[in-house]
């Protein structure tokens, strides 16, 4: 079953992950980084028919498949894309005879680490595309799913929420060890997150939440809001809390879509989530190309403090739309037709 709503969340979401990178430090933008946690709860929602019905190695086999080729195209592409980048700057540099001091690590081990979707557990190769340290504690949820599957959907919700309050506050206390604590904090986000959302699947139907599309919608956009507050007040605060409002507006929006007529509205919505993950993935990658050429051939006016920074935003949108289009129609749905379980 398809959701249109949630579709359209993803990809708003991932734009305000985008805004975030970019205007990280303005007002309310500097909390948008907890839509992160967002793409956590979605996901567990989304997946949580496929992670119900895990009972034996072909279906494990089959769920494990699926998530490797949805995931690793896109990725792949970006991955690669980048170290291309990097390796030519580098080498501009060599030539040059100059030192690049904020080169990316190119070593053996943040490269399998990267390769493997393993970032989350080593402090350097998340460097290498930022945002897939997010998609390696998704894959890390995605195999817990698999070792658990043989345990009620209880219990399962049970063996994701409660080492993911664990290990969040686990990272509270290891301040001492930035490394450490960084790690502790994605692996519990991921673990938390995806917990939730087979929470919010197991309950969607048993709220008795209000019909009124106005009120719907407000809760949708007040637990996001008030996820923000409580991260202004308390990043560890927020760090728990989150996944539970984010929670609220997966379920008012999966509500809202039961009460509304969306036809006008579905190819949009459907664009949207099509593209989320690549503009979640893409974007790093668009903003070092902007970068690049405001720097390399002295395009001033994408310079983030040039008005405002609406031009390189918008320069970085086209540039990761297009990347995401490409990969979409030549690389991720060929592969997805010919390597998918069906």
Known sequence: MRFYLLDAARGFAAICVVLFHLYSGTLIIENFFLFVDFFFVLSGFVLA????????ARQIRKFIW???VRLFPMAYSALFVVIFIQLTVNLKYKIAGEILSNSIPLDPLTFLASILFLQVFSANSQLLLYPLWS???EWLANLFASLISFLSMSKKIALFILPGFFFIGLSITIEVNPDLQNLTNQIGRGLLGFGFGLLVWKLKDRFLLPTR???LITISIAAPI???YVNYISFFTAMFLSPILFSFSILTLYRLEICI??????????YLGKTSYG?????????NIVSLLSKNIGWRIFEPQILH???RLTLVLIITICLTEVVLRLIEVPIRKKLSYV
């Open 309 to 311: 920074g609406i031009p």
């Open 49 to 56: 028919p496929s992670v119900s019905k895990l009972s034996g």
């Open 226 to 228: 008030l996820a923000f």
């Open 213 to 215: 599309q106005l009120l």
């Open 279 to 287: 503009i979640y993935v893409w974007h790093v990658v668009a903003t």
């Open 135 to 137: 998609l390696s504690s």
């Open 66 to 68: 699926n998530r490797f």
């Open 261 to 270: 007529n969306l036809n006008s509205a579905k190819n949009i919505c459907r």
